[in-house]
């Protein structure tokens, strides 16, 4: 079973949560606590493409307020493409003191030397606490 099938279905959004998009992950966002950030996931097939995933997070008081994730994808050849975040989800813990959850998975996808295309998904698994404690599961899976 890959990631991918263990949070299907598994997203729950909270009322009230502020979520972004890539497009907004860099803009400034107030947080009296101090944003939390993890370490950016670099994934990539060297000399073709590169899929580098952020998050970023606010909590107050033991509670999370806002969550930024963003992806950037680069491809370095022509013979590659990148088809999409193909899945993505953030989910709230269950029980008080369990981590929060992202996921994320893109596609890229790159013709071989007799032109038939091949994809594959990077993805990242982050589970993150409000105190800014994190980790990180990533891979890279045939598409």
């Known amino acids: 079973m890959t990631i991918k099938n263990v949070l299907a279905g598994s997203v729950v959004l909270c009322a009230g949560l502020t979520f972004a998009g890539a497009d907004e992950a860099s803009a400034a966002r ?3 606590s101090g944003v939390k950030t993890i370490k950016p996931v670099v994934l990539e097939d ?3 493409w590169t899929y580098t995933y952020d998050l970023a997070w606010c909590a107050d008081g033991g509670t999370v307020v806002w969550v930024e994730p963003s992806v950037t994808p680069r491809v370095h050849v022509p013979a590659c493409n990148w088809v999409g975040r193909i899945e993505e989800s953030l989910r709230k813990p269950v029980r ?3 981590p929060w959850t992202a996921f994320d998975m893109s596609e890229f996808s ?3 030397n007799a032109g ?3 994809g594959v998904n990077p993805w990242v698994v982050v589970s ?3 105190s800014g ?3 990180v599961t990533s891979g890279i899976d045939p598409a």
Do not use: L, Q, S
Request: charged residues 30%.
């Open 46 to 48: 060297p000399g073709r």
């Open 133 to 135: 404690a994190y980790t």
């Open 116 to 118: 038939k295309e091949h």
């Open 30 to 32: 107030p947080c009296a």
């Open 110 to 112: 790159c013709a071989d």
């Open 128 to 130: 993150f606490a409000p």
């Open 96 to 98: 008080e003191g369990d």
